[in-house]
C-alpha cells in the first residue's frame, strides 16, 4: 500500500472519536483528514469537498442520532459510488448486519476487535475486500434468511409494512420519514415499491389494501 489512505471517522461519541483519531494517527498507511459526529454531518462535509479532496475510507458508526450509518451509507453511496465504508458498530444484530451490507458497506467491524483486526478490516476495505469475523459472517446468512422468511409471508420487507401502516394512517412522506428516522428520498424509494408490490395506482388504493389485510389496529 503506497501513500497515505485517508480516512473520515463518524461516530456520535467524541472520545471514541478521539481514541481512533489517536490510534490511526500511530499508522503510518493512515490520515484521519476529518470527523464527523452524525451521518447527515458527514454528508454535509462530503459535498462540501472537491473530488481529489474526498477520503478513501470512511469509519462509519452505526447507531447515531439524525441519521445513523446505514442511512448516512446508501445516502453517500448514491452521491459518492467510489467511496469505501467500514461499519463499526457495538451491536451484532442479525438485521442490522443486513442493513449495513445492503446500504453499501465493505465491512462490517464489531468495536470489540482488537486493534490490528480494525486496522486489517481497514486496510481490506481500501483494497475493495470485504472483511469480517466469523460472528458476523454468521449474523449476516440468519440476518438474510429470516428476511426472506419474513418477505415470504406478505411479499413486504418490515419497513415497507411499516411505511403502508402509516400511508393508511394518512401520514405524508415527510411524516413518515420523521416517524421513521429515515430521509424523504427513502420514502419515496418505499412507496414506489409498495405501489409495485401490491400492484396500485396510488396512496388511497395502498391505504385500502392495509386495511383489508387487517394490519391496521383502530383507534378508539
Known sequence: MSGKVNVMIVDDHDMVRMGLKTYLMLEPTFHVMGEAGNGQDALHQLRK????????????????????????????????????????????????????????????????????????????????MPVMTGDVSQALTRGIRQRTARENESGLTEREKEVLLLIAEGK?????????????????????????????????????????????????
Not at 445513523?68 to 467511496?83: H, R, S, V
Not at 465504508?85 to 476487535?113: C, H, N, P, R, W
Not at 392495509?210 to 394490519?215: D, E, N, V, Y
Request: aromatic share 6%; proline share 2%; with cysteine.
Open 49 to 128: 469537498l472537491g473530488e481529489n479532496e474526498l477520503p478513501d475510507l470512511i469509519l462509519m458508526d452505526l447507531m447515531m442520532p439524525v441519521m445513523n450509518g446505514a442511512e448516512a451509507t446508501q445516502a453517500i453511496m448514491t452521491e459518492f459510488p467510489g467511496l469505501k465504508i467500514v461499519m463499526l458498530t457495538s451491536f451484532l444484530e442479525d438485521d442490522l448486519v443486513v442493513q449495513a451490507i445492503e446500504a453499501g458497506a465493505v465491512s462490517y467491524v464489531l468495536k470489540t476487535v482488537s486493534a490490528e483486526e480494525l486496522i486489517y478490516a481497514l486496510q481490506g476495505a481500501y483494497r475493495g
Open 172 to 220: 405524508t412522506n415527510k411524516d413518515i420519514g420523521e416517524e421513521l428516522h429515515i430521509s424523504i428520498k427513502t420514502v419515496k424509494t418505499h412507496v414506489s415499491n409498495l405501489l409495485m408490490k401490491c400492484e396500485m395506482d396510488d396512496r388511497t388504493q395502498l391505504a385500502i389494501y392495509a386495511h383489508r389485510q387487517g394490519w391496521v389496529k383502530n383507534k378508539g
